[in-house]
């Protein structure tokens, strides 16, 4: 069974910087295609990056790109999101996400393409 256990939120302020961490088990972590997506109160879920599986192909939401950095450690099973220049409307509960699918160089964005999902992890920036 895949599991998926996000870590790394926490309270900063705004300017500050963040790493998300999500650790994946439960099977072959490097043949799928990981993502990253957040949840504000009131809003629905969003996109936020993807890196394949191989880490050679990402893919950032506008929102984030050139603020963060998603990539991962195949030999520890775990995907990372390096989140900089941070601002109060980046407030959400992230959450990581893999695919039942093995892609080799596409990179899903949408929320339906993922089918497996972490409990999420709360980043908070003050103003």
């Known amino acids: 069974q895949v599991q998926l256990v996000e870590s790394g939120g926490g309270l900063v302020q705004a300017g500050g910087s963040l790493r998300l961490s999500c650790a994946a088990s439960?099977?072959?972590?490097?043949?799928?295609?990981m993502g990253w997506f957040r949840q504000a109160p009131g809003k629905e879920r969003e996109f936020v990056a993807a890196i394949s599986g191989r880490g050679v192909h990402t893919y950032y939401a506008d929102s984030l790109k050139g603020r963060a950095t998603i990539s991962r450690d195949n030999a520890k099973s775990t995907v990372y999101l390096q989140m900089n220049s941070l601002k109060p409307e980046d407030t959400a509960v992230y959450y990581c996400?893999?695919?039942?699918?093995?892609?080799?160089?596409?990179?899903?964005?949408?929320?339906?393409?993922?089918?497996?999902w972490g409990q999420g992890t709360q980043v908070t920036v003050s103003s």
């Open positions: 439960g099977r072959t972590f490097s043949n799928y295609p």
């Open positions: 996400a893999t695919t039942y699918a093995t892609w080799t160089n596409y990179v899903p964005s949408g929320i339906s393409e993922y089918n497996y």
